[in-house]
């Protein structure tokens, strides 16, 4: 578990006991949803933000580039805490058996919810539906990079490999496997998916030549590419990533294969309406900020900064699409693309 305090001002943990005495001798709690409720939160007590992969990786950097800004104006510590495993579903377990008072937040991975349950039995399966969507936050694109050595550049020369191709994936029931899976799928290539957990590794394997190919969140793969030790062979975005302005589409290349990983904030269900509407009001104080619009242009975010019922509709829509397509191609995550 890793935590990090964030934010310069708050009252001290003293002042925050006295606060929760006070309230609790008034009768006061979080659970009507009135006006309020939001005037009482966060009533001096830290609100913690679980992220479900280990330090480093783009949903970590996005909790601690929220996590002050949002401090600033809550007025209590945000403590970033990583509960890495089962690509996020543990923390999502997590989330949804915490105390729905806004104090318990995670930033909530698009995949967990339309893709991992195609790879997973439905008891095993994260629903959204679950948990309290208080914004939208950003979106992340796709690309498939390999090792310059390999002298593979294009999704015609792994077709011509002559070989089954292996490929990285950055684990079970994630975009970078389902973009993979149904790339090969579509062009006839045979390949063989080799999980990693999560994109650090994955990249890693890469550079080192255990897999012939990966597909990487970009801002985890920009720097190297611009460095000349990846060479990327196509994104999955809809449409050429101003990043990447040379590297063509999957669609350019010929094959339907849009897959992006898209973020948001969630918590418990039953927050009082207040409460998220407080929140809601402070992560759009932080998208507005100059850093963090810096931040999500230095790492390649799109920003997706919708309503959570907005984002809710965006996530069931991109479920039903990837189950089609899933079942059109024959593809079972998790086993072999």
């Known amino acids: 578990m890793t935590r990090t305090l964030a934010g310069r001002r708050w009252p001290s943990i003293g002042l925050g ?19 309020e409720d939001a005037a009482e939160f966060p009533g001096g007590d830290p609100v913690t933000i679980l992220v479900g992969a280990d330090p480093g990786g783009s949903t970590d950097l996005i909790a601690r580039a929220l996590a002050e800004p949002a401090s600033d104006d809550l007025g209590v510590p945000v403590v970033v805490e990583n509960r890495p495993g089962a690509n996020g579903a543990l923390a999502a377990r997590e989330l949804a058996s915490a105390a729905p008072d806004g104090h318990r937040l995670m930033i909530f991975n698009g995949s967990l919810a339309y893709i991992t349950p195609l790879a997973v039995s439905p008891e095993e399966a994260v629903d959204v539906a679950d948990y309290e969507i208080i914004t939208g936050v950003s979106q992340d694109d796709y690309v498939l990079v390999t090792a310059p ?27 970078s496997e389902l973009s993979q899976a149904l790339l090969f ?4 290539i045979p390949a063989s998916a080799v999980p990693f957990d999560g994109g650090s ?9 255990q897999v012939d190919v990966g597909s990487i969140q970009l801002g ?29 589409t999957a669609v350019e290349a010929g094959y339907d294969v849009p897959v992006q990983q898209s973020r948001a904030v969630a918590a418990p269900k ?12 402070s992560f759009q104080k932080a998208f507005a900020t100059d850093a963090y619009k810096q931040f999500n242009t230095d790492n390649q975010l799109t ?13 069931t829509g991109s479920l039903d699409s990837y189950r089609r397509v899933t079942e059109q191609y024959g593809i079972k995550l998790g086993g072999q693309g």
């Open 17 to 35: 006991l006295a606060l929760a005495v006070a309230l609790t001798a008034c009768g006061g709690n979080l659970g009507s949803g009135s006006s």
């Open 201 to 209: 590794p994955t990249l890693t394997a890469v550079l080192g030549g």
């Open 220 to 248: 985890e793969a920009v720097e190297q590419i611009q460095a000349g030790t990846l060479t990327p062979i196509v994104t999955f975005a809809r449409q050429r990533p101003s990043y990447l302005p040379d590297t063509p």
């Open 303 to 315: 920003p997706n900064e919708v309503g959570g019922e907005e984002l809710r509709a965006q996530w």
């Open 270 to 281: 039953g927050t009082p309406p207040a409460v998220l509407d407080r929140l809601r009001a």
């Open 185 to 188: 799928s579509q062009a006839g």
């Open 149 to 175: 050595s390999s002298g593979l550049r294009t999704v015609q020369d792994l077709a011509n490999a002559g070989r089954p191709i292996t490929y990285g994936t950055t684990g079970v029931g994630t975009g």
